[in-house]
């Protein structure tokens, strides 16, 4: 039943429900992936699948090659030109927006590229999006160009920060090799986690409407707070912004998670962090509380600060998660812990 639900918020044919994010995340790509393939893949990503891609799937011949989200079309075909070669190139893996910039990718010029790819036994790579920053209310990638939609639902979906989950919803033909692995892996969902889930669902549009609203009063805030260096929105993005059109082609709403980067170092940052009352500090984000972070000491941690530093996930950015708090309360929670800095 919640499969079923699931493909309709999805406009999929079919969906599968897992034990958690990463589950469906890594299921995937081990359908997929086979020794001496290649995995292209936008960044930054979740800290997670970072390490999935970077650390875990290399130790079983599986290489992956990735292209900064803030480079556009130009840096994924120049990741495609470098793959080209390495050997068949399994799946075009995407997040978008990206987790924690908010950092678009073009899902229909993904789509276009892919098509004149051979991968595994001649057949195009699947392109994959991991649609949990904004899915599935405010984006579906498969009416984009996408074959496949991974999404953490412990997140919007969940929405109650009281389970793990995740799903991916499809062509049934396409989700075939991913159920056969899920029932040998065993990362299937539980029953008990898919009652909570349609219990969820009921409220899911209602939830993520509040919290947009109360994101962009909030978004709006901090843009004129003196101590804020940048306000990493999709709502603000300007007129003339490579990422602008992206992004009112493929999203509903700038959705409720965000970051912005206050002046001056990590001190300051996390003085920040320590002085939130309502805020709570916690790496999740979709829940019917806002919650703050540090992605560069939390979510991505794991990721050489070189590396983070290139993705733009520097010292000083915050990431915020609105839920549907009365938002007059959070920007005064804000504003007295942004105002009181060493």
């Known amino acids: 039943m919640l499969e079923d639900r699931l493909a309709i918020w999805d406009q999929a044919e079919a969906s599968l429900v897992f034990a958690s994010g990463m589950a469906a995340i890594s299921t995937t790509l081990w359908a997929y992936a086979r020794p001496g393939t290649v995995i292209i ?42 793959a080209r070669g390495k050997g068949p190139i399994a799946a075009l893996y995407i997040e978008t927006p990206a987790n924690p910039t908010n950092g678009m990718v073009d899902l229909e010029r ?33 009416a984009h160009g996408a074959d496949l939609v991974v999404t953490s639902l412990t997140k919007y979906v969940g929405g109650h920060s009281d389970l793990i989950a995740g799903g991916c919803s499809g062509a049934a033909a396409i989700l075939e090799p991913i159920r056969g692995m899920r029932t040998i892996l065993g990362t299937m969902c539980d029953p008990h986690t898919g009652w909570l889930l349609m219990r969820s669902l009921e409220t899911l549009k209602l939830r993520v409407t509040a919290a947009a609203e109360g994101a962009r009063k909030v978004a709006t805030f901090l843009n004129t707070h003196p101590n804020v260096a940048s306000v990493w929105y999709l709502g603000f993005l300007p007129e003339g912004h490579p990422d602008r059109p992206v992004f009112e082609r493929q999203c509903k709403s ?67 998660s609105v839920g549907i708090e009365d938002p007059d309360d959070l920007i005064a929670d804000l504003n007295q812990a942004l105002d009181a800095r060493p």
Not at 42 to 47: D, E, I, M
Not at 112 to 120: A, E, R, T
Not at 254 to 263: A, C, D, Q
């Open 254 to 320: 700038p959705g409720s998670t965000f970051s912005f980067e206050v002046r001056g170092g990590e001190a300051e940052a996390f003085a920040v962090l320590d002085r939130l009352k309502v805020i709570k500090l916690a790496v999740s984000l979709g829940g019917t509380e806002t919650l703050a972070s540090h992605p560069a000491a939390m979510t991505h941690s794991d990721i050489p600060e070189e590396e983070r530093l290139r993705l733009g996930i520097t010292p000083t950015l915050i990431r915020i």
């Open 110 to 142: 993904a789509r276009k590229i892919v098509s004149g790819l051979h991968g595994p036994g001649g057949k195009p790579p699947v392109v994959i999006v991991d649609n949990t920053m904004l899915g599935p209310i405010y984006q579906t990638p498969l």
């Open 41 to 82: 893949h936008s960044g930054p990503v979740y800290g997670g699948t970072d390490f999935l891609l970077k650390k875990i799937l290399p130790q079983f011949g599986v290489t992956s090659i990735g292209f900064l989200s803030e480079g556009g079309n130009t840096a994924m075909e120049d990741a495609v030109e470098s």
